[in-house]
Nanobody, 127 residues
Framework: QVQPVESGGGLVQAGDSLRLSCAAPGRTFGNYHMGWFRQAPGKEREFVAAITWGGKNTYYADFVKERFTISRDNTKNTVYLQMNSLKPEDTGVYSC????????????????????WGQGTQVTVSS
């Protein structure tokens, strides 16, 4: 079992960059694929990016390709989301989630694919 905790959100201007972190302390972090989702005000939560347990494979929503990069450091039990060229429409609460490798060989892009969720961190991009 893991308990993700996100950090790194904030208020930035359009075109700026932010790096979100998601720490999941424990000795089993490497047993989980990790994903990032976001929820904008008044909208459903949506998939942003995901990474397999070892970091070999990554997956992105079309709207963040070439701008966002997901990575992980299993020695630090942390997954990152580097966000560049931010746009006002990227505003939202960003949450990370963990999916046990015992249940799937890929991270998944649906909320129901994931077993554990963090509380989220707010990202606000002003125009």
């Amino acid at each position: 079992q893991v308990q993700p905790v996100e950090s790194g959100g904030g208020l930035v201007q359009a075109g700026d960059s932010l790096r979100l972190s998601c720490a999941a302390p424990g000795r089993t972090f490497g047993n989980y694929h990790m994903g990032w989702f976001r929820q904008a005000p008044g909208k459903e939560r949506e998939f942003v990016a995901a990474i397999t347990w070892g970091g070999k494979n990554t997956y992105y929503a079309d709207f963040v390709k070439e701008r966002f990069t997901i990575s992980r450091d299993n020695t630090k039990n942390t997954v990152y989301l580097q966000m560049n060229s931010l746009k006002p429409e990227d505003t939202g609460v960003y949450s990370c989630a963990a999916r046990a490798t015992s249940s799937a060989i890929r991270p998944g892009t649906r909320e129901e694919d994931y077993d554990y969720w963090g509380q989220g961190t707010q990202v606000t991009v002003s125009s």
